[in-house]
């Protein structure tokens, strides 16, 4: 994703549903860039705080407690909006989008992954997925198109990477199996059932071509 974008120490980034800062801390320590980690789990951020203060990057990345629906910044802050795999979680990413919007600048980079499904996904093949993320519908290329084109972003390119997806999900559904032995007596047997179930569906999602994956890039 950075390969994408020049990026320089003058460059203002905002990682938006940023997690334990992982993204951030490479920006920071390659770029050396200034970076915004905004994140909802305030327990994942007190983590990313203290990671950055380990890493001598503290005086670079500025870790803030907050929705992407309603991002608590200054309009045209940054020169790149990033984000990995957190919209799927959004209940309303065309709300996200209009923030996006709101906090870059003039034309500014936003960049992004997102589990997605394809434009003509079935349903029935989605059900599962969706029922287990206990979300109601997830993000195509061609919303994320249309909502870009309605609030005046400029496609730049979609890299369409969606095989990786279900290698993914199958390396990790191999990894959790072939370690069962390890997680007896850490978590349930219930759990870890439900737990490969659902990568399963991720699995078997991708293979059928209903699940897309991608670095999406747009620009103001």
């Known amino acids: 994703m950075a390969d994408k974008l020049e990026l320089t120490a003058d460059t203002d980034i905002i990682d938006i549903g940023a997690g334990y800062g992982g993204s951030a801390r490479f920006l920071a320590r390659t770029y050396g ?4 980690c905004l994140n909802l789990s305030e327990v994942e951020n007190e983590r990313n705080r203290e990671m950055n203060r380990e890493a001598g990057l503290d005086h ?4 803030v407690d907050g929705s992407f629906e309603d991002i608590p910044v200054q309009d045209n802050g940054f020169d790149v909006v990033w984000s990995q795999d957190a919209l799927l979680h959004s209940g309303d990413r065309g709300r996200v989008l209009e923030e996006v919007m709101r906090v870059m600048r003039t034309g500014g980079h936003f960049v992004f992954t997102d589990p997605m499904a394809t434009d003509n996904a079935s349903p029935e093949a989605l059900r599962p997925i969706l029922d287990r993320l206990h979300l109601d519908t997830m993000g195509t290329p061609g919303f994320y198109d249309r909502e870009a084109k309605r609030l005046g972003l400029n496609k730049v390119e979609f890299d369409d990477l969606s095989p990786q997806l279900p290698a993914h999900y199958g390396r990790v559904l191999a990894e959790t199996e072939s370690r069962e032995h390890e997680l007896e007596g850490k978590i349930s047997k219930e759990y870890l059932e439900r737990m490969k179930t659902g990568l399963r569906n991720w699995v ?5 071509g209903d699940l897309a994956w991608g670095i999406l890039h747009y620009r103001g």
């Open 204 to 208: 078997n999602g991708g293979k059928s």
């Open 60 to 63: 670079l990345i500025t870790v």
């Open 33 to 36: 860039c200034k970076v915004t």
